[in-house]
């Protein structure tokens, strides 16, 4: 079995992930469900669920996948910055 994710790497910095996207409607609902009670949990209120996004799923999406760039990685080699706070506007302690 192959897995269904990949990640790039450049000199030990991770450039970019891809994956192959979720296509099934039930799947992906049982998923909301599943973050909403984690949420709940936490005491965060639920989100609302993606009824167009859904409806998509659910006409036919088609079998597709997907690669994510960080640009704030790529502006890491070309700064030669060694923490990514050196690149982006406001750490996650800020967010």
Aim: proline share 3%; charged share 30%; hydrophobic share 45%.
């Amino acid at each position: 079995m192959l897995p269904n994710v990949f990640e790039f790497y450049y000199k030990g910095l991770e450039l970019c992930n891809g994956f192959h996207e979720l296509d099934d409607a039930d799947e992906q609902i049982h998923r909301f469900e599943q973050d909403n009670l984690q949420r709940e949990k936490m005491g965060l209120e639920p989100q609302q669920l993606d009824v167009r996004f859904l409806a998509a799923l659910k006409a036919g999406f088609p079998n597709c996948s997907g690669v994510a760039l960080g640009v704030d990685r790529l502006l890491m080699l070309a700064m030669d910055a060694e923490k990514i706070e050196e690149v982006i506007s406001f750490g996650i302690e800020k967010a």
